[in-house]
């Protein structure tokens, strides 16, 4: 018996997935054609605009000199939210002084690779500042004590407690929720606009150029200057 041509037996095309770097879920493809590949595309970082930075510091600094200075500390160099968490007073401050580069050891560090972040001078300043403040108030027992600690049990911070912390002081402060990858983009973004790629690559420690450079889009205020720049305009003779 010959089998009759019912539209229920096809199978119905399904739209080829287009998959965001980094995402595991997919977004249909509204043109859906034979053999098409799929796409993979980086979206441009979110980060913290320029006058929302001292807004956010000056909330977390309301709370006290731990949440300044975590938050602040993160924005400074760029870390991970584990990386900063896992950090011991020894880490940054071995011999009575905060050190000028952080050596950031590899039981941290992402894929256990150390890597060397360089200090600069109001962050080395606002570390030291903590760490006395911490060690006059006998919280820190030795140099194996974790930098970010619970006010309340002195315990390590986790990595949802750092997430917590800066997600509640930027609802307040900018009205908006940032967390603490926000932080390394916006560390990142700035860094690229006065370094080369490949010495924000290794500050970061990405394994290869390719997740640098995501860090090249242009801030709203260079394309607003970039088309400022150009002239159009022609004077009509009478």
């Not at 539209?7 to 509204?30: C, F, M, Q, S, T």
């Not at 054609?33 to 441009?44: C, E, H, I």
């Not at 401050?93 to 060397?116: C, H, M, N, Q």
Request: glycine share 6%; proline share 6%.
């Amino acid at each position: 018996m010959k089998r009759q041509n019912n539209p229920n037996h096809l199978k119905k095309h399904k739209p080829e997935p287009v998959y965001r770097r980094g995402k595991k879920k997919a977004i249909n493809n509204p043109n859906p054609g034979p053999g098409t590949l799929k796409q993979y595309y980086q979206k441009t970082p979110d980060i913290l605009l320029d006058h929302e930075i001292p807004l956010l510091l000056d909330e977390a600094l309301k709370h006290g000199i731990r949440d300044y200075t975590l938050i602040f500390f993160a924005l400074n160099t760029g870390l991970r939210n584990s990386e900063v968490i896992g950090l011991n007073v020894e880490d940054v401050y071995p011999f009575g002084s905060v050190v000028d580069t952080l050596e950031l050891p590899a039981r941290i560090a992402k894929g256990k690779k150390p890597r060397s972040i360089p200090l600069c001078l109001d962050i080395k300043t606002a570390l030291k500042i903590y760490i006395l403040d911490e060690m006059t108030a006998d919280r820190i027992t030795g140099g194996e004590t974790a930098l970010f600690r619970s006010k309340w049990s002195n315990k390590r911070l986790g990595t949802k407690d750092f997430h917590q912390i800066l997600e509640r002081h930027s609802i307040h402060s900018l009205k908006r929720s940032c967390n603490p990858h926000k932080l390394r983009h916006t560390f990142a973004t700035k860094l690229i606009s006065q370094a080369n790629i490949k010495v924000v690559q290794e500050i970061l420690g990405h394994s290869g150029l390719q997740s640098t450079q995501v860090y090249l889009h242009p801030s709203p205020s260079e394309k607003l200057d970039a088309v400022n720049k150009l002239n159009f305009a022609y004077n009509r003779k009478e």
